[in-house]
């Protein structure tokens, strides 16, 4: 029994200097100590085998070896489980001195982009800005702008009516023309962005949901070259200073005269291209000096104040300025494309 004693210490000894866990030490506990199988407790039952004169030596023996083990396991399970708690506060430090983590913030649209710009610069230019209702009547979406009862746009075809007469879902935000000039004496200018709605066949560049920006001044000695002017810096400022502007003649219920407006190809500065058509010119918008009628409808007199109006695609814009092929991109909400703003 003496060697079996001598053996396990030497074993022990080993089999401890590679226990660096606490579950190694639990199995080495089990191996050397546990009820079924344990080596110690197997040897405290072999001792009634021991000679008499043997017995007295052996007991003193393994009595010591049951200490020593007993003792040498629960030091190094104090140490292993004091470096584990060390190495648990030291990864629940928070180190004050780091950067925070910023929160994930989302993305502004494009055509909000577009949109929030070119109030920034009307705005500079003392323009008020109005939204106006999405909802409205016949009166301030057709009539009081001058379109004939048989103009193809107050059509079932072209416009959303509602059941509800004589509502509709607005074609043009030109109605904030004319809601503003009932409520504002002159002079006035002011701007309006928003969602309009036409029967329109979902294609590249047609939806029936889009945005509009209708701008328009009142004042007296007002000319064409204000005109110009005004959306010439506008222009220089949403796509650069290097942008031309050019003026062709056309027609519009509620201007006389009235123009279409184009801009020198943002894609090939003017040399020519697919986008253009080898033109050099993109159409942005229309305009023209206020039609006469157009203010006696609004109760202001044609022969003391007169002014212009413009009206552009806010989503045409968009899709200049951010090289935006198709508008349907415009309105999928791909985060992949999304995330580039």
Known sequence: MLDDIKRINHEFDAALAGANTAAALDELRV??????????????????????????????????LRDRLESELN???ERIAAEESKRKESRDIIDVTLPARLPNLGHLHPVTIVRREMETIFAEMGY???????????????????????????????TFFLD?????????????????????????????????????????????????AEGFLVDKGIHIGHLRATL???????????SKMR???????????????DMSCVFCKGAGCGTCSQTGWMEILGCGMI????????GIDPE????FAFGLGLDRCAMIKFDIPNIRTLFENDLRVLQQF
Not at 130 to 141: A, I, L, M
Not at 304 to 307: K, L, P, S, Y
Request: aromatic share 10%; charged share 30%; proline share 9%.
């Open 31 to 64: 191996h050397y100590f546990g009820r079924k199988g344990g080596l110690i407790p197997a040897l405290f039952a072999r001792l009634k085998e021991v000679p008499k004169e043997q017995k007295k030596d052996a007991g003193d023996a393994l009595n010591k």
């Open 75 to 77: 030091e190094k399970h």
């Open 128 to 158: 008020s800005l109005d939204p106006g209702p999405e909802v409205e009547t016949d009166w301030y979406n057709f009539e009081a702008l001058n379109f004939t009862p048989d103009h193809p746009a107050r059509d079932t075809q072209d």
């Open 164 to 212: 509800v007469e004589p509502y509709l879902l607005r074609t043009h935000t030109s109605n904030v023309q004319i809601r503003s000039m009932e409520k504002y004496k002159p002079p006035v200018k002011v701007l309006s962005c928003g969602r309009v709605y036409r029967r329109d066949e979902i294609t590249m560049r047609r939806s029936p949901m889009f945005h509009q």
């Open 232 to 242: 010439e810096h506008f222009i220089k400022r949403l796509f650069g200073a290097d």
């Open 247 to 261: 003026m062709r003649p056309s027609f519009f219920p509620f201007t006389e005269p009235s123009a279409e407006v």
């Open 291 to 298: 039609h006469p009628q157009v203010l006696r409808n609004v």
């Open 304 to 307: 003391e104040w007169n002014g």
